[in-house]
C-alpha cells in the first residue's frame, strides 16, 4: 500500500499570486475562443456589453454571464461546441431535467486534462501499480466510469471495469481478483458493504479493499463513517459534473476537510442563487464553474445549482487549491414542506446516527387538505428485525426519529421504519425524494 501523493505538485501546490496569474491568463485566451466560435456566447456577451479585451483577469469574472442546462439543452446537441467536429473526439453525457439528454464534446486534449484531474484524486489515495481498482460506476455515455478508468489507468493501476449492478458478481471478482480500491456511488458501497456482511465475508480479511473514490451523489459525513466502517476502509469524496468534465473537478486528499478543486483547469465562484452576487469564502451559496483549459465544449460561469462552502485556508496536505465543503443539497432539489427548506442530507445525517436503523431511506413529499405532508421512510437493521417484541421498539425508533428530525429541520414529519432489504435498491445514484405533490 503506498502513501497518499501528489500528483502534479507544480500545478496542485502553486503560490496563490501565480495561480491567480495563470488562471487569468487561460481565462483570456477561453473567453476569447468562445466569442470567437460559439454563437451564443457571442449574443450573450455582446447584449451585456461586454467585449473579450474587458476580461484582464479572474476579478473580471464578474462581468461575464452565466450558462444553464438549458442552454445546453437548447442547443443541443453542437450549438456549444467552439471546435469543428473533426476535433472532438468523445461525447459525454447526463440525462437533463426533460428527458432529453445533455452532451459535452471532448477534444483529445480535454480527455487528457481529465484523465489527469482523476489522476490526482488517485495519487491522493495512494492508488498506483500495486492497486486493483474496481470501477462499478456505470460505464458509457455517463462519465463516472470511463472518468474513473482513465484516471485508474493513468496512475499505473489494474482497473476493473464492472461498470455496475450486479453486486454479487461484484463481490465475487472483489474476492477472487482482491481489489484494493473501489470507485463507485457512495449509496452502492453502502449497499455492496451489507451485501458483503450478508454473504458471511469479512472485510480486510475475505476482502482486500482499502480505499474508495465515492461521488455523483451528496453524501454526508455520517454515511462515510458508517462505509469506512462497514467497509473497513478509507473513503473520499470525489466530485465532478459533466458539463465541466466528469469525476475529478475536485477530489478529497487524506485531511478528509473539504474537497481540492483543480484550479489549473477551472475557477470556482460561489454566488447567492437569488442576486447572482459573489459571496466571500466560508459562506453557503451556488457553485459556478468556469472552465480555463476546455477546448471543445468550453463552459463561461455555469451555475451547478449545487450547494456548497469554498474554503481558501491552508490545508496540511501541502496542496494549495481551494477546498469545495460538501455538496448540502441543491437549488433545485431541496423540498420545501409547509414553506421550510429541507435538504435530504440533513435528514440523512440524523438517520445514519441512529442505532436500529441503515441509512437506506425514501423521503415521500404530499399535499393532503392543501397541506404539505413529508415521510420519512427508513429500514431497520436486521437485529432490530429479530427481536420478538420489536413493537414497542420500533415505536421507540420512530419517535426519536422524528423528534431528532424536528430539531435539526424544524418540521414535523412522519417515520415510517420498514422491514430490512424492502426500499429500493440503485446501482448509481440514488432517488431519495419522491414528490408527488407534482404529478
Ligand atoms: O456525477 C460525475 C461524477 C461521476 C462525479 C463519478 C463523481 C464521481 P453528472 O452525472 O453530470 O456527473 O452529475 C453531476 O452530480 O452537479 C452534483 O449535483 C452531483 N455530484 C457529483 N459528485 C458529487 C459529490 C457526475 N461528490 C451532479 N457530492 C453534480 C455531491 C455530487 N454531489
Redesign the pocket.
Known amino acids: 500500500m503506498s502513501e497518499p501523493r501528489i500528483y502534479n505538485p507544480e500545478m496542485e501546490c502553486m503560490n496563490p499570486d501565480e495561480k491567480k496569474a495563470l488562471q487569468g491568463e487561460r481565462l483570456r485566451k477561453t473567453v476569447k475562443h468562445v466569442y470567437d466560435n460559439v454563437t451564443l456566447y457571442r449574443e450573450r456577451m455582446d447584449a451585456k456589453g461586454v467585449s473579450p479585451d474587458d476580461i484582464q483577469s479572474v476579478d473580471d469574472l464578474k462581468l461575464l454571464p452565466f450558462t444553464e442546462k438549458t442552454d445546453l439543452r437548447d442547443t443541443f446537441p453542437f450549438g456549444l461546441f467552439a471546435v469543428p467536429k473533426e476535433q472532438i473526439v468523445r461525447i459525454q453525457g ?2 437533463g431535467t426533460t428527458g432529453k439528454p445533455i452532451v459535452s464534446g471532448y477534444t483529445e486534449n480535454d480527455v487528457k486534462i481529465w484523465t489527469e484531474m482523476v489522476a490526482r484524486a488517485m495519487a491522493g489515495i495512494g492508488a498506483d501499480e500495486k492497486d486493483i481498482i474496481q470501477v462499478c ?1 456505470g460505464y458509457g455515455l ?3 466510469g470511463l ?2 478508468h482513465q484516471g485508474a489507468t493513468e496512475v499505473g493501476a489494474m482497473v476493473i471495469p464492472m461498470s455496475s449492478g450486479n453486486t454479487q458478481r461484484q463481490i465475487m471478482m472483489m474476492q477472487e481478483l482482491g481489489s484494493t480500491i473501489l ?1 463507485c ?1 457512495p449509496s452502492y458501497a453502502a449497499y455492496l458493504g451489507e451485501s458483503i456482511r450478508d454473504a458471511g465475508l469479512v472485510p480486510k480479511k475475505d476482502i482486500k479493499l482499502r480505499a474508495g ?7 454526508t459525513e455520517a454515511m462515510r463513517q458508517h462505509i469506512e466502517e462497514t467497509l473497513g476502509i478509507d473513503a473520499r ?7 465541466i468534465a ?4 475536485a477530489f478529497e486528499c487524506q485531511e478528509k476537510n473539504g ?1 481540492h478543486i483543480n484550479e489549473d483547469h477551472v475557477i470556482a465562484e460561489i454566488i447567492d442563487p437569488v442576486t447572482e452576487e459573489q459571496l466571500p469564502y466560508g459562506t453557503a451559496g451556488e457553485l459556478v464553474f468556469t472552465t480555463i483549459t476546455k477546448e471543445g465544449m468550453p463552459m463561461l460561469r455555469y451555475r ?3 450547494i456548497c462552502t469554498l474554503y481558501n485556508d491552508k490545508c496540511k496536505c501541502g496542496r494549495t487549491t481551494i477546498r469545495m465543503g ?2 448540502t443539497g ?1 437549488t433545485d432539489d431541496m423540498i420545501i414542506v409547509r414553506g421550510v427548506n429541507v435538504f435530504p442530507s440533513q435528514i440523512e445525517t440524523v438517520l445514519v446516527k441512529t442505532a436500529g436503523v441503515v441509512p437506506h431511506y425514501q423521503l415521500i413529499v404530499d399535499r393532503v387538505n392543501n397541506s404539505d405532508t413529508l415521510e420519512v421512510k427508513v429500514e431497520m437493521t436486521e437485529e432490530i428485525f429479530a427481536q420478538t417484541d420489536s413493537l414497542g421498539e420500533m415505536q421507540r425508533l420512530q419517535k426519536y426519529i422524528r423528534d431528532q428530525i424536528k430539531s435539526v429541520v424544524g418540521i414535523l414529519t412522519k417515520v415510517t421504519i420498514t422491514a430490512p432489504k424492502s426500499l429500493p435498491r440503485s446501482e448509481g ?1 440514488a432517488k431519495r425524494v419522491i414528490d408527488n405533490r407534482k404529478l
Open positions: 447526463s440525462s460506476y455517463f462519465t463516472g472518468g474513473a470507485c456511488t473514490l465515492f461521488g455523483a451523489e451528496p453524501w469524496d470525489i466530485y465532478g459534473l459533466t458539463e466528469g469525476p475529478g473537478v474537497a451547478t445549482h449545487d460538501r455538496i441543491r445514484k
